[in-house]
């Protein structure tokens, strides 16, 4: 059985700095891609940032520049620096895991920026 477990959220103000961590475990066989997804009140779920096993990275455009995506192969673990935070930020944070098998999700962590 997998399970993903995500830590770091909480409440900051504007301007502030946030670490996500998200760590796998369980029989996970050739992970792929590590990433994060988020959804705020009232709308879709979107693209935060992605991962590759080899450590490119892909970031929604919103996010480039203010969030730093990396992770820890050994750990089996990613993580998600999010820096100069704003209001529109606020949301749930999912990370996962691709693997050639399947897609696995966390729970989901809440990030609220407050103005």
């Known amino acids: 059985q997998v399970q993903l477990v995500e830590s770091g959220g909480g409440l900051v103000q504007a301007g502030g700095s946030l670490r996500l961590s998200c760590a796998a475990s369980?029989?996970?066989?050739?992970?792929?891609?590590m990433g994060w997804d988020r959804q705020a009140p009232g709308k879709q779920r979107e693209l935060v940032a992605t991962?590759?096993?080899?450590?490119?990275?892909n970031y929604a455009d919103s996010m480039k520049g203010r969030f730093t995506i990396s992770r820890d192969n050994a750990k089996n673990t990613v993580y998600l620096q999010m820096n100069s935070l704003k209001a529109e930020d606020t949301a749930v944070y999912y990370c996962?895991?691709?693997?050639?098998?399947?897609?696995?999700w966390g729970q989901g962590t809440q990030v609220t920026v407050s103005s």
């Open positions: 996962y895991v691709l693997t050639i098998v399947k897609t696995y």
């Open positions: 991962i590759t096993s080899g450590g490119s990275t």
């Open positions: 369980g029989s996970i066989f050739s992970i792929v891609t």
